[in-house]
């Protein structure tokens, strides 16, 4: 019996020595640099594989135009979403007492600050034999030629309208720069303030639509500009398409 167990043992001494020369063998080739440099290559290969089949994918939903359809479509959703919650919102807060007790302190301010103004434009200071009047409004007085541009412009009518078809050849012809205000998209007073400016109706400029006009009929000032943006176009982008039309030259550039 005790021969068998030192057989035992001896078999079981040479089996783990195996499995240790086996152990060592690998360790010592896992640690050669011809070893993880294949390794590095096969990472990479598998990596730009990986990368190859990544790039084939998007480029079949790219050529395939129902995937952009239903893309743009999803867009769309997205952005007609995010428009109606902020007008829900909208409508709640215009719909509530205190909105209106506060809209109709800021008309009646607004009205009582419009007669002092014209009242104080009336009155003349004497300083000796000069006579001094009240400033006015704030922002430089434009140029000859940014007079010439806006008048072009405002003959567009509301550049946002025209774009959606809203804005028929007939109502610019009817309405003129009447309806049509001009949005100053940097200030009045910086050079070529004046110039840089968008037509646009009072829906699109700074009045609230009424419930019964498209949901996509929002003021750049008083709605969320964003959206704005995303439903009409950046200013820039109007802005040169503006230039386009009246067929001129913007001067600042």
Same mark, same amino acid.
């Given at each position: ?9 001896? %078999?079981?001494?040479?089996? @783990? ?41 998007? %480029? ?10 239903? +893309? ?19 409508? !709640? ?25 014209? %009242? ?9 034999? %000069? ?11 434009? &140029? ?11 003959? !567009? ?7 959606? @078809?809203?804005? &028929? ?75 386009? !039309?009246?067929?001129?030259? +913007?001067?600042?550039?």
């Amino acid at each position: 019996m005790p021969q068998d167990n030192s057989e035992y043992e001896k %078999k079981i001494a040479k089996a @783990n020595a195996a499995r240790q020369r086996q152990f060592d063998k690998q360790q010592a080739k896992q640690a050669s640099p011809e070893y993880q440099k294949e390794l590095q290559e096969k990472q990479q290969a598998s990596q730009l594989k990986f990368q190859q089949r990544a790039f084939e994918k998007m %480029k079949a939903q790219l050529d395939d135009p129902e995937y952009l359809e239903a +893309q743009q479509q999803k867009q769309r959703e997205t952005q007609m979403k995010a428009f109606e919650k902020q007008r829900a919102r909208q409508q !709640i807060k215009e719909a509530s007492p205190e909105y209106k007790k506060q809209q109709i302190k800021k008309v009646t301010a607004a009205k009582d600050k419009a007669v002092q103004k014209e %009242k104080k434009s009336k009155t003349v200071i004497s300083v000796g034999v %000069k006579k001094i009047k009240s400033k006015g409004l704030k922002g430089r007085n434009p &140029t000859a030629l940014e007079k010439k541009l806006a008048n072009k412009i405002g003959d !567009i009518g509301c550049i946002c309208c025209l774009n959606k @078809n809203w804005y &028929t050849s007939d109502m610019a012809e009817q309405e003129s720069t009447k309806f049509v205000s001009l949005h100053h998209i940097e200030g009045r007073t910086k050079e070529w303030a004046h110039a840089k400016v968008l037509p646009l109706c009072a829906y699109h400029h700074d009045t609230p639509a009424p419930s019964h006009a498209p949901e996509e009929l929002t003021p750049i000032h008083r709605g969320n500009k964003k959206e704005w943006i995303a439903l009409n176009g950046t200013e820039d982008e109007l802005l040169k398409q503006v230039y386009g !039309i009246i067929e001129e030259d +913007q001067p600042w550039l």
